[in-house]
Nanobody, 121 residues
Framework: QVQLVESGGGLVQAGGSLRLSCTVS????????MGWVRQAPGKEREHVAT????????YYADSVKGRFTISRDNAKNTVNLQMNTLKPEDTAVYYC??????????????WGQGTQVTVSS
């Protein structure tokens, strides 16, 4: 079983930055592709970013490309999402997700509880 716990959400002004972190339990963290999915109020879930199990490949949604960076530390069982130049439309609950296979959508096997990110204009 894999358990994911996010941290680092909060309120920030447009143009600002936040760093989300996700700590994953289990000895096989390095076997899992990791990602972030977000859901804004009244909207469907949206895939944000993916990183492969060893961190060699990353993928970003067009809406965040060039502003967000996903990274992982397999020694610490953590995955991070550095979010820069935030926009009000980035406001959402952000979920850390994991799967044994690389995913580019919203169908991941494991989910964290989510952390709120609010960007004020």
């Amino acid at each position: 079983q894999v358990q994911l716990v996010e941290s680092g959400g909060g309120l920030v002004q447009a143009g600002g930055s936040l760093r989300l972190s996700c700590t994953v339990s289990g000895r096989t963290f390095s076997s899992y592709a990791m990602g972030w999915v977000r859901q804004a109020p009244g909207k469907e879930r949206e895939h944000v970013a993916t990183i492969s199990a060893r961190g060699m490949s990353t993928y970003y949604a067009d809406s965040v490309k060039g502003r967000f960076t996903i990274s992982r530390d397999n020694a610490k069982n953590t995955v991070n999402l550095q979010m820069n130049t935030l926009k009000p439309e980035d406001t959402a609950v952000y979920y850390c997700v994991a799967d044994l296979r690389v995913r580019y959508g919203t169908l991941w096997d494991y989910w964290g509880q989510g952390t709120q990110v609010t960007v004020s204009s």
